[in-house]
Nanobody
Framework: QVQLVESGGGVVQPGGSLRLSCAVIGGPSTYNGVSWFRQAPGKEREGVSCISASDGSTYDTDSVKGRFTISRDNTRNTVYTVYLQMNGLKPEDTGTYYC?????????????????????WGQGSQVTVSS
């Protein structure tokens, strides 16, 4: 069964950068899309970005396009790492960020977002953007 272990996050001033990592343990055969979601206090969880294991294609939601970049490192056979590079951070980017794995491609993330069913979730990483 796939396991997701997150790292990164922290506190940064507006305009700053952070990078989140999601180690997907269990082999690429158990999933296809790896996505990032976030949830701010008192708000619903929202989708951020997705990357497909099959071809490396990506999808970003409008709120982060041009600022966030999702990428992957699939050079290790048993651990597949997905990164979320966040630049130009704004206070409204504050929240807990979660990665999630799905057997479906990023088309599923695009169509269903956080309402979809995902095979596994990371433990969450806190990102705080404040001056």
């Amino acid at each position: 069964q796939v396991q997701l272990v997150e790292s990164g996050g922290g506190v940064v001033q507006p305009g700053g950068s952070l990078r989140l990592s999601c180690a997907v343990i269990g082999g690429p055969s158990t999933y296809n899309g790896v996505s990032w979601f976030r949830q701010a206090p008192g708000k619903e969880r929202e989708g951020v970005s997705c990357i497909s294991a099959s071809d490396g294609s990506t999808y970003d939601t409008d709120s982060v396009k041009g600022r966030f970049t999702i990428s992957r490192d699939n050079t290790r056979n048993t651990v597949y790492t997905v990164y979320l590079q966040m630049n130009g951070l704004k206070p409204e980017d504050t929240g807990t960020y979660y990665c999630a794995a799905s057997a479906f491609s990023c088309r599923y993330f695009k169509d269903w977002g956080p309402s979809g069913t995902y095979d596994a979730w990371g433990q969450g990483s806190q990102v705080t953007v404040s001056s």
